[in-house]
């Protein structure tokens, strides 16, 4: 039993280890394991993007950046996400490349408010 443990616990990080080769995945789930992670960090990106974008807006700019954030959150869900009769899919590809994209966009407003003042008419 304990060789058995043994073996299922090396065979466990041989996985893990080969999980965590981005450059070469060795199958599909190997590779939604990658895309999973690129995701979640440009994910991270775009948090730190808005909170920071955020701080620099006032009241009714706020408003505003919330409104269109929620909205894109949406387009984004339409776009890359679907349910059939399978179950619910996401397209990870599509999700990072939309999130990487928003990210960018809140980055330029914040590069506007530091060099000529926030202008809350370009945050749609």
């Known amino acids: 039993m ?36 690129v995701y979640l960090q440009a994910d991270k990106d775009l948090n730190e993007a808005y909170k920071k974008l955020n701080s620099s807006l006032d009241g009714e700019a706020k408003k ?4 269109f954030q929620l909205s894109w959150i949406q387009t984004r869900n339409n776009e890359c996400s679907w349910k059939d009769e399978r179950g619910f899919f996401v397209n990870m590809l599509c999700a990072t490349n939309k999130t990487v994209d928003r990210t960018n966009f809140l980055n330029s407003r914040i590069r506007e408010c530091k060099s000529t003042g926030c202008q809350p008419s370009k945050l749609e």
């Open 2 to 37: 304990k060789k058995f443990f043994a073996i299922s616990l090396l065979l466990g990080f041989y996985s893990y280890l080969s999980a965590d080769n981005c450059d070469h995945p060795k199958d599909d789930f190997d590779g939604l394991y990658c895309l999973n992670k």
């Open 64 to 67: 505003k950046l919330k409104q």
